[in-house]
């Protein structure tokens, strides 16, 4: 995956937004691309250069029930959390604060620490001890009630999804990011910060944790780079940092519960379409599935 910035010559639409937001209407906009798997993306997201500074400008285009969540959710983060400082909404976009570093598509030791003490920071601003609007969450624990219908034929997953569920209505929820990809991390030689809360607000806690790790691997099938050893860096930093917290073998096996999921979020294709050709990723991901249901099960 590379991303890459693409100069925006016409300015004209961005130009209001930037005079209510910053007062300034002299500037230079750069859109953010990717030609990921040879698939040119071009995202509304664009990095604004004025004099004096930098930052960025995300346009939720049609997408108003994203900008309202992720509005809501930056809204509620204290001070100082590792997230980009808002500087403000209006008319369908959000201003925030440019922040210089790389994504984690490559993970190393000192990334995995940084990126654990982030995730502990916020979660420890929203702890577990707490009674938080289930909304969102119940709304998750529905969707994954519908996934868990295409299982019917897979007595192995079916049965340890059912163990996720059940365990769903009860795991401790958190201000998670709903989308906490190594993409979605920015290093900047001293702290991770988490961008990209459109799909913020309090869920189960282990789900974040599982997804920055679940699509990592050493090899070339697949999409990030993290080592073993790093995962584990990541989930100790986490555990060692926060202050409310379930025993180790809890956290653990939520973790390994919601690392299912995500490898069922992949499965879903190939087991309700059987046209779908079961090559190198299903087998990969049906692998690592099976693995854990039958830890989970054991």
Request: aromatic share 12%; hydrophobic share 40%.
């Amino acid at each position: 995956m590379s991303i890459f910035l693409e100069k925006t010559e016409d300015v004209g639409a961005l130009k209001p937004v930037l005079e209510k937001l910053a007062g300034n209407s002299e500037f230079e906009a750069y859109r953010f691309c990717d030609d990921f798997a040879d698939i040119h993306k071009r995202y509304d997201v664009f990095k604004i250069v004025y004099s004096g500074g930098a930052a960025i400008l995300k346009l939720y285009d049609e997408a108003p029930e994203a900008y309202e969540c992720e509005k809501k959710t930056y809204q509620s983060f204290p001070a100082g959390a590792p997230v980009p400082q808002v500087l403000g909404f209006a008319d369908g976009f959000m201003l925030s604060e440019f922040i210089p570093g790389d994504d984690l598509k490559e993970v190393t030791d000192e990334t995995a620490a940084a990126a654990g003490r982030s995730v502990a920071e916020i979660m420890n601003a929203f702890p577990m001890d707490r009674e938080y609007d289930r909304t969102e969450a119940d709304k998750l624990i529905a969707r994954r009630k519908e996934r868990a219908e295409f299982l019917q034929n897979e007595p192995l997953l079916r049965e340890a999804y059912a163990a996720y569920l059940d365990r769903l209505k009860d795991m401790p929820l958190t201000m998670e990011n709903g989308d906490f990809l190594p993409i979605n991390c920015i290093y900047n030689g001293e702290r991770v910060y988490i961008i990209d809360w459109e799909f913020g607000g309090f869920l189960p806690y282990a789900l974040d944790i599982a997804r920055f790790m679940a699509h990592s691997g050493e090899g070339k099938e697949y999409t990030y780079r993290m080592t073993d050893k790093q995962k584990q860096i990541f989930m100790d930093t986490i555990y060692e940092n926060l202050l409310v917290k379930p025993d180790r073998s809890t956290f653990g096996r939520d973790i390994q519960m919601a690392l299912m999921d995500e490898m069922v979020i992949i499965l879903k294709r190939y087991l309700t379409d059987p046209t779908v050709p079961r090559e190198a990723e299903f087998n990969l991901y049906y692998s690592r599935a099976c693995d854990i249901a039958k830890k989970l099960l054991s």
